[in-house]
């Protein structure tokens, strides 16, 4: 398989891809709504799109590096804490 059949592959996975079904069904429901003029239309269509928007943003995030970070302040937190119990022993 080449480079360009990869890249294609890719392409199509990303526009089949549950985010953008998700929005796409979203702006269908929206959509119907205006058409019909029904107001739980309108909440399911923008429930959905704000649904895929933050299911988006949260699939984008770099979740290791997240936790790496976490990990690192409360080693911080466990210092800072270790050595203000050292301070208050010795200064007793």
Same mark, same amino acid.
């Given at each position: ?11 199509? !996975? ?11 069904? !979203? ?23 704000? !649904? ?41």
């Amino acid at each position: 398989m080449n480079d360009k059949e990869k890249q294609e592959i890719s392409l199509l !996975g990303r526009i089949f891809s549950m985010e953008v079904l998700l929005f796409l069904m !979203g702006c269908v429901s929206l959509v119907s709504g205006f058409y019909t003029g029904e107001l739980t239309q309108y909440f399911w269509g923008v429930l959905i799109i704000g !649904g895929s928007i933050a299911l988006h943003f949260v699939r984008k995030r770099d979740w290791k590096k997240h936790w790496a970070d976490l990990e690192l302040q409360q080693q911080a937190y466990n210092e800072l804490e270790r050595r203000r119990k050292e301070e208050e022993k010795n200064g007793r």
